[in-house]
């Protein structure tokens, strides 16, 4: 209700980096609340039309499972790194199709291929960011150990657009205390989790600074990437106050894709707040980005202006 109001909501990231999120159950039941998320993997699944699916991270309430059965999978067998998630997925699922396995799905034993082949890898991994959550090494592991497969989603990428700096009035400071208990303070170089962020900030159109196809053999050598990013037109002399991120995916042929900037999805976007600076009379404004995705703890640089964000 709060974020449907149109100003901005935003909360600042921990400057240390840190261990990937370990989702309470209460929050992972929001994304299964997400109705547009969740109905473009179900359009996705049932697309496929597959006999035998393997889910990478079922979560406590294995919505994806029962979607691959609802589609026609007669044999479903789902990975969940949490113990209790695990469990509890276990109750919730049909024991004599779906097996539940506990553990990262780099160490857990799948069954034999004789018994069990999956036609399509399924996995709701993707964060407000295309490798946020570890989804490019999971599904470079994935297709190393059961590959060439077909995965939902297939490709993800991160975009990035320079934006006028972003100022709240204190009205909106007002709002995000008494929405979540903190007065928002915008400090260069810190990175803030953001909704309703004003389109008419936006400097110029969005470019990708990371991609990834999942579905590709090659995979595992796209997991580091450095873009050079050039924005050009941008008026002379305007000041570029921050860095809007997102992501899209394209989970499946004939499915449309989901784009966090323009979905209305539980996704939000990053705001990274740069030092102020001015752009000069060429009208360019360049980035570049760098990003190691090899292992689930993904590493980032972002160098914008004099503001290195990492």
């Known amino acids: 209700r709060i974020t449907r109001k149109g100003f901005p909501v935003l909360l600042e990231m921990p400057q240390k980096p ?49 979607m691959a059965l609802k589609s026609g999978a007669t044999k ?12 509890m997925a276990r109750r919730s699922v049909d024991k004599a199709s779906v097996t539940i396995l506990q553990g990262l799905f780099s160490e857990v034993e799948l ?21 946020e959550e570890g989804a490019p090494a999971i599904f470079a592991d994935v297709q190393d150990r ?22 709240l009035s204190l009205r909106d400071r007002v709002r995000n205390w008494l929405a979540h208990g903190w007065w928002p303070k915008l400090r260069p170089g810190h990175l803030y989790d953001i909704r309703n962020f004003p389109k008419s900030l936006e400097l110029a159109p969005a470019q990708e600074w990371e991609a990834y196809d999942f579905e590709s053999p090659t995979l595992r050598d796209s997991l580091v990437q450095r873009r050079s990013l050039v924005f050009d037109e941008l008026p ?51 980035v570049k980005t760098f990003v190691d995705a090899s292992k689930e703890d993904v590493v980032y640089r972002i160098e914008a202006g004099e503001t290195v964000y990492e």
Not at 33 to 50: G, L, N, T, V, Y
Not at 59 to 65: E, K
Not at 76 to 87: C, D, P, R, T, W
Not at 111 to 131: D, R
């Open 18 to 66: 840190g261990q990937r999120p370990n989702y309470s159950s209460d929050f992972l039941y929001t994304l299964v609340s997400d109705r547009p998320r969740m109905d473009a993997f179900e359009k996705a699944i049932q697309s496929h039309k597959a006999k035998s699916v393997l889910e990478v991270g079922c979560g406590p309430w294995a919505p994806l499972v029962k």
């Open 76 to 87: 479903v067998v789902a990975v969940e790194a949490n113990e209790m998630h695990a469990e």
């Open 111 to 131: 069954p034999p291929k004789e018994t069990f082949q999956p036609e399509v890898v399924v996995g709701e991994l993707l964060g407000y960011l295309a490798s």
């Open 146 to 167: 059961c590959g060439p497969v077909k995965i939902v989603p297939r490709r993800a990428s991160s975009l990035l657009a320079p934006t006028a700096p972003l100022q």
């Open 236 to 286: 002379a002399k305007s000041e570029v106050g921050g860095l809007l991120l997102w992501m899209r995916t394209d989970l499946a042929e004939g499915v449309d894709a989901l784009d966090t900037r323009e979905d209305d999805t539980s996704w939000n976007l990053y705001y990274l707040h740069l030092e102020p600076c001015r752009v000069p009379e060429s009208g360019s404004f360049a």
